[in-house]
């Protein structure tokens, strides 16, 4: 393959040579052809100890390595892109591909459409992947409900997009790096965070890990990979590039996964972390949850061009669009990103289409700006959590039965957890002045002083009877 | 960002230098025909000379062996100590890898690979988005800006996510092993988007500390600290010194501690404050007013903007009874007036006079007018004057 302007020699994985945009494309580049799925990568010849990766010393004259110029080729000589001459004026239609088509392997029914794309999981497996998603479920009704009810301040669900949750997160290696944006809970419900945890973090009670700072549902967990959400959106993505590129130096195998919705995909973070992804090799996977509303916002009024998996090629980078409630698409989409990633050196775009059946958060009542007979649809008749209940029914691994006593479990173990988690002092008001910078500063020190003898003087006026001395 | 030329004429007084000069000089001047009523040097076309003179830090052994640096090999020479001591130590941003349009990376790429010193895409988000990260997972990473004009499409990245990474997660996560470094402030003719000193808005922002240096034996030792510092740092480097400043700069690591002012000379009447090249702007007019004036200036290099040593700066103030801040960005929530506010809270009692800032005017930064803009020695010269008559 020619090379023209890009450095062509191999690091120090053996990972197949990278074409320059534009020569030998496929007409269709966007797509995972099945023969790409089935071409082998070589297989990561890694070394397996601890220490960095140090790549060759490159002389200066293999780095701008490239053809030697000839004019009299008929060929275009520019660094910036190869191809071909063309002698007729012709605009490229947006959508000339007639937009990347879903891959799926179940129906809307939980039948498995082409036997060879089944996984094969066990039934130990599905039933867990059954289970998470339906006590995520059963976690969501109660915490919406406690806002509700004043007991927690705010709440997102995950309604309808258990499944893109799931489906990745088993897909994952537990020491893979996750970037979420926030909803994504079921990530970290699939890892074994504990509802205890995620209630201490709700209630910003004493045993959040976060030590109560921020709003519901920004979770985080050091032991899980699971890095602490932030409300900005988008600003994680080229984040999570900056971490893959460590850990590619690392050598230890490992790989990150970034998720965001299709709204936080229009951000201009979203922009330099796809195009600094492919520049610098990343190993990593971009998960979008295209839900088709941002807030209010529908698609149509966040892009006009074929979703976000249309943009990958554009970055260099290879995309695929996924059935988001077909928890095996997911499933089997993100196991060959991953293991393609980290073994080439190369970031991936999965675009999971899916539906947001909930309100934005319990600030938002989407009734204002969409039908309930859409909403009702999408619950109803493609869901990810019936559609994997059919195809267990369909092989006896579930019945009626345990359907109903796994229902009232789930129930049962959440509100323990909840009335637990109210119960329980928020935690020190120290918690407010520590952790700003690595050391505490005098002046902070001082302020912290301020603050403790003033609420000394006022304490009637302060609720100091909520949290721990 | 400006699409238009990055171009820099380097050095703030040196002499126009042509690229090529010889053979085409003379194919040059006949392109350059003056009529003869036009002399070839007009009074409009004069060069002003820098409005500073740099004071170089007397020599150390403290630190073991030196070697003649100026301002940017003495950074190159502190990124190489870190590359070569701390394996996952990268460096990264626009340029770099062919050695960075103020030499600063000269000869890294070549001596530790291209996997740890590289071109980013033209994307400032992307680039400290890209730190960041690279920071939370463990790794020293040292982002370059290629001005600090340019920083801003970073604003949100660095004071809604790196400051707040540690304190946000409970200290589950943090960026401590992320450091920005950025050339700062005014170079004879850089005009709005080439010299602008932007500590002021990052001041206000907890979480993340800000250091300028004054020099080159300065600048390696802070450049030190920030980048074995815990928390994320922004380096601003003063650009008008990368050539202009000269030391003798040790060649071994040594580390200058953060946070931690330094009185350079001490004096009884007023005292002065300031950080990078305004220090020798101030040295200067410590000398015009001791021997204009016999008044006897104490001169603090402030360092640390964030977090910023109150205590140095008061104990000075309580002692003289004077206070003048200066500083090139523009007065109006510079950070002079933070350093007011805070002294005139602490040493109320023992002010002689109103504490004067002799700072930038609120104008966005101008070309042409740069020698009326920028607060020079004599405009500092006259504050201090009229300190002492109040």
């Known amino acids: ?469 | 960002m400006a699409a238009a030329a990055r171009v820099f004429i380097r050095g703030a007084h040196a002499t126009l230098s042509v690229p090529g000069a010889g053979k085409q000089s003379s194919a040059r001047s006949a392109l350059l025909k003056l009529s003869p009523g036009c002399s070839s040097r007009l009074k409009t076309q004069q060069r002003h000379a820098a409005h500073f003179t740099f004071q170089p830090e007397p020599v150390t052994t403290q630190y073991g062996p030196t070697q003649k640096m100026n301002l940017f090999q003495s950074i190159t020479s502190a990124l190489d100590n870190t590359l070569a001591s701390d394996p996952t130590a990268v460096i990264f941003g626009e340029d770099v890898a062919f050695g960075g349009v103020f030499r600063c990376t000269v000869g890294l790429r070549d001596k530790y690979g291209k996997d740890r010193v590289f071109n980013t895409p033209l994307c400032e988000q992307g680039i400290v988005g890209f730190g960041i990260g690279a920071a939370v997972a463990g790794a020293t990473a040292i982002a370059e800006i290629q001005f600090a004009d340019y920083i801003f499409p970073a604003f949100d990245q660095i004071v809604n996510e790196a400051a707040k990474y540690r304190y946000r997660s409970g200290n589950l996560f943090d960026c401590g092993n992320l450091t920005i470094r950025a050339p700062w402030g005014c170079v004879g003719h850089g005009s709005l988007y080439h010299s602008q000193s932007p500590e002021a808005f990052f001041a206000h922002c907890p979480g993340i500390k800000i250091v300028i240096p004054r020099g080159p034996l300065e600048a390696k030792g802070l450049l030190l600290s920030c980048i074995a510092d815990n928390n994320p740092c922004l380096f601003f480097e003063p650009k008008i010194l990368y050539r202009a400043a000269v030391e003798q700069v040790p060649v071994d690591s040594y580390t200058i501690p953060l946070s931690q002012a330094e009185v350079l000379q001490e004096g009884s009447d007023v005292t002065l404050v300031a950080w990078g090249t305004q220090i020798h702007v101030l040295k200067e007019v410590a000398n015009m007013a001791q021997e204009k004036l016999g008044v006897s200036c104490e001169v603090i290099d402030l360092r640390t903007i964030l977090p910023w040593d109150t205590e140095t700066i008061c104990k000075s103030v309580v002692k003289t009874g004077r206070l003048l801040i200066s500083h090139e960005a523009p007065v109006t929530g510079g950070f002079a007036a933070e350093i007011s506010s805070t002294v005139q809270e602490e040493c109320f009692l023992n002010l002689e006079a109103p504490i004067a800032r002799v700072c930038g005017y609120d104008t966005p930064f101008p070309h042409i007018f740069e020698p009326f803009y920028i607060p020079d020695k004599w405009k500092c010269f006259e504050a201090i004057k009229r300190m002492i008559n109040y």
């Not at chain 1, 320059?20 to 089935?38: C, V, Y």
């Not at chain 1, 909930?358 to 309930?372: I, L, P």
Request: glycine share 6%; with cysteine; proline share 5%.
């Open chain 1, 1 to 469: 393959m020619k090379m023209v302007g890009s450095e062509a020699e191999s690091t120090g994985s053996a990972r197949p040579a990278r074409c320059a945009p534009g020569a030998e494309d496929t007409i269709s580049p966007g797509l995972i052809t099945s023969s790409d799925r089935k071409k082998k990568s070589t297989a990561s010849q890694l070394p397996q100890r601890r220490q960095l990766q140090h790549w060759h010393h490159v002389s200066s004259q293999a780095a701008h390595q490239q053809q030697p110029f000839d004019s009299s080729l008929e060929k275009p000589q520019f660094p910036g892109a190869s191809a071909e001459f063309v002698d007729h004026l012709e605009f490229i239609q947006p959508n000339v591909i007639s937009g990347i088509p879903v891959y799926r392997v179940m129906d809307r029914q939980g039948n498995i459409i082409n036997a060879s794309e089944d996984p094969q999981l066990s039934k130990e497996t599905v039933l867990n992947f059954y289970q998470k998603m339906t006590l995520l479920n059963t976690m969501d009704r109660i915490l919406y409900e406690s806002q509700r009810q004043g007991r927690i301040s705010f709440y997102m669900t995950n309604y309808g997009e258990e499944g893109t949750h799931i489906g990745s997160a088993a897909a994952l290696e537990s020491n893979d790096l996750v970037f979420g944006q926030y909803r994504e809970a079921g990530v970290l419900m699939y890892r074994g965070f504990p509802l205890d945890l995620f209630m201490a973090q709700c209630y910003a009670n004493a045993d959040d890990l976060g030590k109560g700072r921020q709003m519901p549902v920004h979770y985080g967990s050091k032991d899980l990979n699971f890095v602490t959400i932030s409300s900005p959106l988008a600003t994680q993505i080229p984040q999570a590039v900056g971490a893959a590129y460590a850990l590619k130096r690392e050598n230890m195998n490992r790989a990150v996964i970034c998720y965001f919705g299709e709204g936080a995909a229009s951000e201009g973070d979203a922009h330099a972390g796809f195009n600094f992804s492919a520049t610098l090799e990343c190993p990593l996977i971009f998960f979008c949850r295209n839900n088709g509303y941002a807030i209010s916002t529908p698609t149509n009024e966040q892009y006009r061009g074929d979703g976000i998996a249309a943009r990958g090629p554009g970055y260099g980078m290879l995309s695929i669009r996924v059935d988001g409630n077909d928890v095996f698409a997911v499933y089997n989409a993100t196991k060959e990103a991953r293991r393609r990633a980290v073994a080439e050196n190369q970031p991936f775009l999965i675009e999971a289409m899916t539906y947001r059946i909930g309100h934005h958060s319990t600030s938002d009542d989407s009734s204002a700006y969409r039908s309930v007979d859409e909403v009702n649809y999408w619950d109803k008749q493609d869901h990810p959590i019936s559609r994997l209940r059919h195809y267990m029914t369909a092989r006896d691994w579930w019945s009626e039965d345990d359907e109903r006593s796994w229902r009232k479990q789930s129930r049962k173990t959440v509100m323990e957890a909840f009335e637990r988690a109210e119960r329980r002092l928020k935690p020190n008001p120290e918690l407010l002045f520590t952790d700003v910078y690595e050391e505490m500063t005098p002046s902070l020190d001082k302020q912290r002083e301020s603050m403790f003898r003033h609420i000394q003087q006022y304490k009637e006026h302060y609720p100091v009877d909520l949290y721990e001395k």
